[in-house]
């Protein structure tokens, strides 16, 4: 059985490489808006000036833009614009003997000239999962969000993360194959896994000023289940608070001051991350520096992530973690990602390795996604 299972595993990821070689993606709103995808993606998942206003202007390029709900009850429009999809998708990785099916389902538009609609939903079926079933809190986001004056003034309230909108913080150090929960070892957390920024079932309001200067807030429950750096120890939603701060300067880097504070009832846990980004002709550079405070011991560590294009929509990513834990030891994680979009397939593939005072291990992922 084992032998099976290990022919298919590399079966699957032959597969994948040969197959990506000539795929590209063209996601919902590129498709509703007649675009390709870097118009408002640098890199995928990670957003350009222009993502990050599509974003904040309720999922359209400009406020004289046609709302969704429009458009779609238009008949007679030759563009309606359906703000549904999905994704259907396959990943796999060195360290289990079983490949992950993931489904994907979301619904973003915008309803009015000011209020807008996000949520998407997934399930991954693998037996060594659980709690990933459709429509639970750990794996949906659901909000709507009212903008004034031109977005100027932005208030969202459901089922969010924090961090949209302070740039790119986790979307440029997403799918390195480092991070995970638990304590160092094969779950090995990242600097940012320190962080311990989740989602809330909450409200936030941002600011816009001058363009430059973006003010946030956030207050209500983690969602999920909170310990030290990521260990799960009970079922209890804790009061989380969030508030940042993003500064971009006249050389268009992007910093910012992130504090993040979980009222646990007893043992409070805080943390703060200085992110800093910067995107220039022959790569995008993304840094965050975190602190966090663990049971009153001190942990500090530096994530870094370094994108290269090869092309339209593919691209090689570098990723270098370093930290000193709760207790003063050093340890490092590696990184090197490949990803390729191409009309609605795509790809990725990581290979990451950690090294700590006790442990060392490697591991590679890879995932292909068929996008509707």
């Known amino acids: 059985m084992m032998k099976i299972l290990t ?38 998942p990670a957003l350009n000036d222009m993502g990050l206003g599509f974003v904040r202007n309720g999922f359209r390029t400009s406020t004289y833009d046609t709302t969704s709900l429009q458009s779609l009850l238009d008949e007679n429009s030759t ?53 990933q079933d ?35 913080v986790q979307r440029s150090m997403s799918h390195s194959g480092l991070n995970g929960i638990g304590d160092h070892g094969d779950n090995y957390v990242s600097p940012l896994g320190y962080a311990d920024v989740r989602k809330i079932k909450g409200a936030e309001y941002s600011y816009l000023f001058d363009n430059n200067i973006l003010l946030l807030v956030s207050y209500g429950e983690q969602v999920a289940k909170h ?22 300067t006249a050389e268009n880097y992007k910093i910012g001051l992130i504090y993040n504070y979980v009222d646990t009832e007893g043992d ?11 995107e220039y002709s022959m790569l995008t550079w993304n840094s965050s520096l975190v602190y966090a405070n663990i049971s009153d011991d001190d942990y500090i560590g530096l994530e870094t992530a370094f994108t290269f294009p090869l092309g339209d929509m593919e691209h090689i990513k570098a990723i270098v ?49 068929l996008i509707f």
């Open 7 to 44: 022919n298919f595993k590399i079966a699957f990821m032959f597969f994948v490489v040969v197959f990506t070689l000539n795929l590209e993606a063209n996601p919902v709103f590129a498709r509703q808006y007649g675009m390709e995808c870097s118009a408002c993606h640098s890199q995928v």
């Open 79 to 131: 563009n309606r614009r359906y703000p549904v999809g999905a994704i259907l998708g396959l990943s796999d990785n060195s360290k289990t003997d079983e490949v992950n099916r993931l489904v994907k389902l979301y619904l973003s538009g915008t309803l009015t000239e000011s209020l807008s609609l996000y949520s998407f939903t997934k399930e991954s079926f693998n037996s060594n999962k659980s709690g």
């Open 134 to 168: 459709l429509f639970e809190s750990d794996n949906s986001q659901f909000y709507f969000q009212y903008n004034i004056l031109e977005a100027k003034h932005v208030f969202r309230a459901g089922l969010l993360s924090p961090l949209t909108q302070l740039g790119n």
């Open 227 to 248: 310990g030290d750096h990521g260990n799960q120890i009970n079922d209890d939603n804790y009061d989380a608070f969030l508030t940042g701060i993003r500064y971009t």
């Open 268 to 278: 409070d846990f805080y943390s703060l991350i200085v992110p800093i980004e910067k």
């Open 321 to 369: 973690n370093v930290d000193n834990d709760e207790n003063d030891n050093t340890n490092y994680g590696y990184s090197l990602g490949y990803t390729k979009i191409y009309k609605m397939f795509f790809f990725e593939a990581a290979a990451g390795r950690v090294n700590t005072e006790t442990y060392s291990s490697n591991k590679a992922t890879g995932s292909i996604n």
